[in-house]
C-alpha cells in the first residue's frame, strides 16, 4: 500500500546524513479491491510493447524540437485534450520530478552532492522540459529549516540562510531562465507521510486551501510556474462523485481550484484521480474514470488538466502483469482508467508520476509499452500525452532515478526509454552565451560554464548557438585545458580526449538545431580548478 520507507543512508557533507525517501506512497489494489503494496528502459530508440528496437525516430523528435523551438511562451491554457501556450500554440510536458521539499530535509534532494543549478542544466540537457516538484504543507511554517545542503567551494552559495520558500524561489528563477517550466505538486500534508484525503486532523481543508492561494500569489506573473497539482495520490476513502464533502474529492478539487485561480486565473490546476470509481480499484491517484460521468467544472474555462499515476512491479503487483496478454492488454487497461479522457477530446491528460527499477523483463515491457501509449514526439508532436517521470533523485526505493548513486552519472538506459516521447525545451527568461559567426553557412559558437567546482571535482555545461542563416546537421565542440583535467562524465554529447584536448560531438538526438536555437551538453571532470578554457564550434 505504500512505497519502501526508507531506502538506504546517502552521505551528507560533513557527516553521514539519513535521508528520508521522498515519493510519495503508492496505493496499488486489484481490479477486486484487494490492496497490495510499494512504489518506478534499455537502448535509445523506438519503442514498441515489447521492448526497444533501433534508433529510428531519433533524428524526427530532434527536427520537431528544432521546429517547435519558440513554443511554450507565457502561461498555458487548454483546448480539448491540448495544453496551448500563450499565442495558442501547442505544447508538450515532458518533464521529470526532484522531490525533497515533502520531506524532512525541507528542500529538494541532492544538494548534499551538488550545485542546483547545475542539476537544473543537466535536466535541460538531457532533454525535460518541465520539472514537478513536489512539497508538503510544512513548507509554510516559520520552525521549518531546510537541511542538507552543501555550501563548500561555492555550491549553492546563494541559498545560504534562505527558507525553504526562499529557496523554491531560486529554483523557479533558474528553471525559468533555462526554459524549463515547474509545476509544484502539494505532496503530503506534512513531512511524516501522504494522507489518503486532502486533509488531516493536523492540516484542515482551510490550510490546504490558504497555502495553495499563497502558493498561487507569491509565483504570479512568473510563468515559469504554470501550474498546480493540488493534492497528490487521493486514495480510500476518497471518492470521486460521490457527493459527501468530507470525502468527495472531485468537489474538494473545485473548490481548491476556483481557490487558487481566484488568486492567478492563468494557472493550470491539475487534478489527480482517487483509487476506487465505482468498486473498480487501481494505483493511488491513478484512476479517472468518474471523470466522464463527473468532470472538474472550474470558475474559469479550459484550465482542468487530468493527472493519472502509474507504476510497475517495482512498486506494487496488479491482476494486469500477470495476464498472459501483458503487455498486449495494457493499453486498454490505460483506455480504462484515464486514457479516454484524451481519446474522447475531454481535457489533456498528463501521467505525473510514473517508474520502476527496471530489474525484472515485466517491468521495461511495461515502461515500452507505455512509453509507446504516450504516443511519439515525432509523430504526433504535441498532440499527445503528457508526463513528468518519477524521478530524478536516485533514492526513491522502489524506483530509483534517472541520476544513478553519485547524483551525477545518468542511467542512460532508463533515460533512453524516454527519448522518443521527450519534446521541445520552452523559451528561457535569461539570456544565453555565445557569439561570432553568421552569414548563408552553417555557423556555431558555443559557451562554457562551471556550473560547481568543489577541488576535487567539477560539473560544466556547454551551450552551443546556431549563429548562421541555415539549420545545423551537426556539431562539434573544442577546447583544451592547461591543466590535469579529465572528463569523467558527458551527458548530452559523446567525446574524445587527447592529453589536455576535449572533443565534444553532438549526440543522435541533437545535432539538429534551427538557426538561432541552441542546445547544450553537459559534463562533469576532475579536479577541480580549471577555470573556463576557450572554446571553439564547428558546424555542418
Known amino acids: 500500500m505504500f512505497r519502501n520507507s526508507l531506502r538506504r543512508v546517502l552521505c551528507g557533507v560533513a557527516a553521514a546524513l539519513l535521508i528520508p525517501l521522498g515519493a510519495g506512497f503508492a496505493g496499488a489494489a486489484t481490479e477486486s479491491g484487494a490492496v497490495t503494496a510499494s512504489r518506478s528502459v534499455t537502448d535509445f530508440g523506438a519503442v514498441t510493447a515489447s521492448g526497444v528496437s533501433g534508433v529510428s525516430g531519433v533524428s524526427d523528435a530532434a527536427g520537431v524540437r528544432a521546429a517547435a523551438a519558440d513554443a511554450g511562451a507565457g502561461y498555458w491554457h487548454t483546448s480539448g485534450r491540448q495544453i496551448l501556450d500563450a499565442a495558442g500554440q501547442p505544447v508538450r510536458i515532458a518533464g521529470i520530478n526532484w522531490f525533497g521539499f515533502e520531506t524532512g530535509n525541507y ?29 508538503s504543507d510544512d513548507m509554510f511554517k516559520s520552525s521549518t529549516v531546510p537541511n542538507s545542503i552543501d555550501f563548500s567551494s561555492g555550491k549553492n552559495a546563494d541559498l545560504q540562510g534562505l527558507n525553504s520558500l526562499q529557496i523554491l524561489d531560486k529554483l523557479v528563477s533558474y528553471a525559468g531562465q533555462d526554459g524549463l517550466k515547474v509545476i509544484l505538486d502539494r505532496h503530503r500534508p506534512d513531512a511524516g ?35 498546480i497539482d493540488l493534492h497528490n ?19 474538494a478539487a473545485q473548490r481548491a481550484g476556483n481557490a487558487v485561480l481566484s488568486v492567478n486565473p492563468a494557472l493550470l490546476i491539475f487534478v489527480e484521480g482517487v483509487q476506487t470509481f465505482n468498486g473498480v480499484s487501481g ?51 490505460w483506455d480504462k482508467y484515464w486514457g479516454y479522457i484524451f481519446k474522447q477530446n475531454i481535457a489533456p491528460v ?22 509507446s501509449y504516450l504516443r511519439p514526439t515525432s509523430t504526433y508532436g504535441s498532440d499527445s500525452f503528457h508526463w513528468t517521470f518519477w524521478s530524478w533523485n536516485p533514492n526513491s526505493g522502489d524506483t530509483g532515478g534517472i541520476l544513478k548513486d553519485d547524483w551525477q552519472s545518468v542511467d542512460t538506459v532508463k533515460d533512453g526509454y524516454l527519448t522518443s516521447v521527450k519534446a521541445p525545451g520552452f523559451p528561457g527568461t535569461g539570456g544565453g552565451g555565445g557569439g561570432g559567426g553568421g552569414g548563408g553557412t552553417a555557423a556555431c559558437s558555443a559557451a562554457y560554464t562551471v556550473s560547481s567546482d568543489w577541488g576535487g571535482g567539477f560539473n560544466a555545461e556547454v551551450k552551443v548557438t546556431n549563429t548562421g542563416t541555415t539549420a545545423l546537421s551537426s556539431w562539434r565542440v573544442t577546447w583544451s585545458w592547461s591543466g590535469a583535467q579529465r572528463v569523467t562524465s558527458m551527458w548530452n554529447a559523446s567525446y574524445t580526449q587527447s592529453g589536455g584536448t576535449v572533443t565534444a560531438s553532438n549526440a543522435a538526438h541533437n545535432g539538429t538545431v534551427a538557426a538561432g536555437g541552441s542546445t547544450s551538453f553537459g559534463f562533469g571532470g576532475a579536479p577541480g580548478g580549471g577555470g573556463v578554457p576557450s572554446v571553439t564550434c564547428t558546424a555542418s
Open 107 to 135: 528542500v529538494v534532494h541532492g544538494l548534499w552532492s551538488r550545485d542546483y543549478k547545475s542539476m537544473i542544466d543537466q535536466m535541460k540537457s538531457l532533454g525535460y522540459n518541465t520539472i514537478r516538484i513536489p512539497y
Open 283 to 333: 494505483w493511488w491517484g491513478g484512476n479517472l474514470m468518474g471523470v466522464g460521468q463527473y468532470p472538474v467544472q472550474l470558475d474559469v474555462a479550459n484550465r482542468v488538466v487530468y493527472s493519472a499515476h502509474d507504476y510497475a512491479t517495482s512498486v506494487a503487483q496488479q491482476s494486469w502483469f500477470s495476464d498472459p496478454a501483458f503487455p498486449a492488454n495494457m493499453p486498454g487497461i
Open 233 to 251: 495520490e487521493p486514495h480510500d476513502p476518497a471518492c470521486w462523485g460521490c457527493g459527501d464533502m468530507a470525502t468527495d474529492w472531485r468537489l
Open 350 to 371: 498528463w501521467v505525473g508520476e510514473f517508474g520502476t527499477t527496471l530489474q525484472a523483463t515485466v517491468d521495461q515491457k511495461w515502461l515500452a509499452a507505455l512509453v
Open 193 to 227: 507521510g501522504q494522507s489518503a484525503l486532502w486533509y488531516t486532523a493536523a492540516v484542515p481543508e482551510s490550510t490546504w486551501i490558504a497555502n495553495l492561494k499563497s502558493l498561487a500569489a507569491r509565483y504570479k506573473g512568473q510563468d515559469a510556474v504554470v501550474g
